[in-house]
């Protein structure tokens, strides 16, 4: 992995394309940092809601499924005249990125929920307090951190699959991960190098937010 990495960084020609390369893919690059950093979040946020449901296992069936499948089944599906307003949108993208991704959010949010602490749900559970309460005073304190890595690890996911879009992507839509994967064909090596860079930098942008986030939360807490 350091080597492929080193030569990115070293090689002369991925920097002196890199501005060109926003410049040109700033649609992708919007593109790709919209669709992984939502599709991530409507993932967490139903795997919580249905982290006690057993039934879900049987969605790791549609993570091992090839992307490209799961693409043919969503256009048989909804290539209709009255549902052009979703399959020509970013709604398809999003219902095959989250069919896709779902069983790591709710095997990830499972095992956030079961490292609560039980006597303190039971606590909880005995004081009646509101659904938003129980995950303000309790599921965040102590899981927050493990529900926020389950969010980070499908958005790296997202952020880089091209599969599973390629064929379903609407117009307008090309994420940087298929703008790399058409641009390897032509042999554009220092434009791709230069876009890979761009996504290694959306990879950790989230992890740069959250650290400058907790800093200031824990300068203002003193």
Same mark, same amino acid.
């Given at each position: 992995? =350091?080597?492929?990495?080193?030569?990115?960084?070293?090689?002369?020609?991925?920097?002196?394309? *890199?501005?060109?390369?926003?410049?040109?893919?700033?649609? #992708?690059?919007?593109? #790709?940092?919209?669709?992984?950093?939502?599709?991530? =979040?409507?993932? $967490?946020? /139903?795997?919580?809601?249905? #982290?006690? &449901?057993?039934? %879900?296992?049987?969605?790791?069936?549609? *993570?091992?499924?090839?992307? !490209?499948?799961?693409?043919?089944?969503?256009?048989? !599906?909804?290539?209709?005249?009255?549902?052009?307003? *979703?399959?020509?949108?970013?709604?398809? /993208?999003?219902?095959?990125?989250?069919?896709?991704?779902? $069983?790591?959010?709710?095997?990830?949010? &499972?095992?956030?929920?079961?490292? !609560?602490?039980?006597?303190?749900?039971?606590?909880?559970?005995?004081?009646?307090?509101?659904?938003?309460?129980?995950?303000?005073? =309790?599921?965040?304190?102590?899981?927050?951190? $493990?529900?926020?890595?389950?969010?980070?690890?499908?958005?790296? =996911?997202?952020?880089?699959?091209?599969?599973?879009?390629?064929?379903?992507?609407?117009?307008?839509?090309?994420?940087?991960?298929?703008? /790399? *994967?058409?641009?390897?064909?032509?042999?554009?090596?220092?434009?791709?190098?230069?876009? %890979?860079?761009?996504?290694?930098?959306?990879?950790?942008?989230?992890?740069?937010?959250?650290?400058? !986030?907790?800093?200031? /939360?824990?300068?203002?807490?003193?």
């Amino acid at each position: 992995m =350091l080597l492929p990495l080193g030569h990115l960084l070293l090689d002369g020609r991925t920097w002196s394309d *890199f501005p060109d390369a926003i410049r040109a893919g700033s649609r #992708s690059i919007w593109n #790709s940092f919209w669709f992984a950093s939502v599709a991530a =979040l409507l993932v $967490a946020w /139903v795997g919580a809601l249905t #982290s006690d &449901r057993r039934g %879900c296992r049987l969605a790791w069936l549609l *993570f091992f499924l090839p992307g !490209v499948l799961l693409g043919v089944v969503l256009i048989s !599906v909804f290539n209709r005249p009255w549902l052009g307003w *979703f399959y020509g949108g970013s709604g398809v /993208v999003m219902a095959a990125l989250g069919l896709r991704y779902f $069983a790591l959010g709710w095997e990830g949010m &499972r095992l956030a929920k079961r490292s !609560v602490d039980a006597d303190l749900q039971n606590v909880t559970d005995l004081s009646g307090v509101s659904g938003w309460q129980r995950w303000r005073h =309790l599921f965040l304190p102590q899981a927050g951190w $493990a529900m926020a890595a389950v969010w980070y690890v499908v958005y790296l =996911l997202c952020l880089w699959d091209t599969e599973t879009v390629v064929l379903i992507v609407p117009p307008g839509g090309e994420t940087l991960a298929l703008r /790399v *994967f058409n641009l390897l064909h032509y042999g554009h090596h220092s434009q791709v190098n230069a876009l %890979c860079l761009i996504l290694l930098l959306l990879a950790v942008l989230p992890l740069f937010a959250g650290a400058v !986030v907790s800093f200031l /939360v824990k300068r203002r807490s003193q």
